[in-house]
């Protein structure tokens, strides 16, 4: 489960948090990770495709707008 939040200043972003998935072009074939889209705005909590993986929470945060902010994920 992703979770952010923009905390102060005028910015949205969009938030993609990294998950698994297994096969490949339809197949069984390997693990393979995959940034998933968690939301775009100033807040957002979404959950991502996980599995039996051992691995660090990764996430993606883009600005989309030209301000800036500051928060935090978890």
Not at 7 to 18: I, M, Y
């Amino acid at each position: 489960m992703y979770n952010f939040s923009v905390n102060q200043g005028g910015a949205r972003v969009s938030f993609q948090g990294l998950g698994y998935y297994k096969g490949y072009n339809g197949s069984d074939f390997g693990l393979w990770s995959k940034y998933y889209l968690i939301n775009s705005g100033t807040s957002g909590t979404n959950s991502v495709p996980w599995g039996n993986v051992s691995g660090k929470p990764s996430a993606l945060i883009k600005n989309t707008t030209p301000y800036y902010g500051i928060g935090r994920w978890s």
